[in-house]
């Protein structure tokens, strides 16, 4: 059964690095999204994109955020320079056709550890 | 988005049938209704989705009645790895964000 691959499982970083956050989609899916989830606590939607341009987002996703579609088959979140507030569990989504009802498919996350 | 209300917590027992309501008296026509699953440090997982009556797959059923007010999860014959978080989400799914609430905590016991 295809599905949503996160790499890495774990990342730890310092306080003010940048941080790359890889996404492989489910292979037909047209939608892609990152949501987050603090420890505890709901989870979040941060962004989503279609078409090679965010499609919307949310408060949380300021200008440290970005995404791309750096080819055919990655999809990244990349936060410029990482805050202690930043450490969360950061999944991708995707989700396929253009009509209702589609359903968004989740990866396994990608824990961000700001020291 | 349709706000949606659900039990905190519910406990069962290993082999019973857990049934799991949701409220969302403001869901609109296009609304679908998906349930997702997840546990610790894990991602959401998808569940069932539905739009009215009553869907089946192997892992659950979906209730919805006529009005659409409401839907009940159901899951049949429980065991111990069925203790996750349970999320009801009113919405188009397809292309709109997800807006996640507090779910409900499933504890199964032996």
Redesign the interface.
């Known amino acids: 059964e295809p599905e949503v691959t996160q790499t890495p499982s774990h990342q730890v970083t310092q306080m003010g690095q940048e941080v790359i956050l890889r996404c492989v989609p489910i292979s037909n899916h047209l939608y892609f999204y990152w949501y987050r989830q603090i420890l505890g606590q709901k989870v979040e939607f941060l962004v989503s994109f279609y078409n090679n341009e965010i499609s919307e987002k949310s408060e949380i996703f300021d200008d440290q955020f970005s995404v791309e579609r750096p080819d055919g088959s990655n999809f990244t979140l990349k936060i410029r320079s990482t805050k202690l507030e930043d450490s969360a569990m950061y999944f991708c989504a995707s989700s396929g056709r253009t009509g209702r009802g589609d359903t968004q498919y989740f990866g396994p996350g990608t824990r961000l550890t700001v020291l | 988005l349709a706000k949606t209300t659900q039990p905190i917590s519910m406990d069962s027992y290993e082999g019973q049938e857990v049934n799991i309501t949701c409220s969302h008296n403001n869901i609109a026509t ?1 609304d ?1 209704i ?1 349930w ?1 699953q ?1 546990f610790p ?6 569940i069932i ?1 539905g ?1 009215k009556t009553k869907v089946t797959n192997e892992v659950a059923s979906l209730f919805i009645p006529a009005d659409r007010k409401s839907s009940t999860l159901s899951l049949p014959r429980v065991s111990l790895s069925d203790t996750a978080v349970y ?1 009801c989400l009113v919405g ?11 779910g409900t905590r499933l504890l199964v016991s032996p």
């Open positions: 296009n679908y998906t997702y997840q440090s894990q991602g959401p997982r998808f989705q739009y999320y188009d799914a397809g292309f709109q964000k997800l807006v996640f609430g507090t």
